[in-house]
């Protein structure tokens, strides 16, 4: 398996400076504007609450805090579906952690046909942050005959004890489900407080997703930033 630095390394500091969604009205959830997709940027985004959210092309990119969050409850054992847990318990996919991040972002993006924000400066940026420890992916794999094949994954950014998960996809039925919960099981296993699902979707609440007010998931976050996790993937 490849290996992404561990403690991750911190990029130079970006000139970029964002206000505080704290002192936003709650009926607010655009921050800022600007297609600075470095290392520095993202991470001081991620750490203040806030995420990019390109419109379709890099030269129009909102960054976003919304409100209310979405977040997935890591403090107790997750409470799956029925049909859910018997596919974790049998499925033919095999599953890796880390082990092909750019192409789990490509496939976010691609099996979204035109409807898609993940465009190429976005991937190269995140593709920084992975390669300095701070983005990571599952990988959810079918076998061929001529070897395997990338049939569903999660990826997202780490800081601190939260991590924000970013985008998920599948080809076959369930597997963005089975990578969405082995990432659960790695977070609670190393300890992360928080898991920010971002923004509030059918297929996240059917996980069990659940909605929470921006100033509380800002002092959950501030928390989070407190503590260094055990090593996330392994």
Known sequence: MPRVPFPPIEPPPTRVKFPNPDHLPS???VVAEGCDFSPGTLLLAYRSGIFPW??????????????????????KPPHWSRSLRRTLRKHPYEVTLDEDFMSV?????????????????LIE?????????????VEVWEKTPGGRELVGGIYGVSVGSAFAGESMFHTRTDT???AFATLVSALRDAGYTLFDAQIWTSHLASLGCIETTRDVYLAQLADALTHTP????R
């Open 27 to 29: 009926s607010w959830d």
């Open 125 to 137: 940026g995140y593709a920084h942050l992975h390669a300095l420890g701070w983005a990571h992916s």
């Open 105 to 121: 972002m490509r496939m976010c993006g691609e099996t979204r046909a035109d409807d898609t924000w993940i465009i190429p400066e």
């Open 176 to 178: 963005s489900k089975i």
């Open 230 to 233: 055990k090593l996330l993937l």
């Open 54 to 75: 390109p419109q379709g092309h890099a030269r129009d990119v909102l960054w976003v805090s919304p409100n209310p969050r979405e977040i997935f409850p890591l403090e």
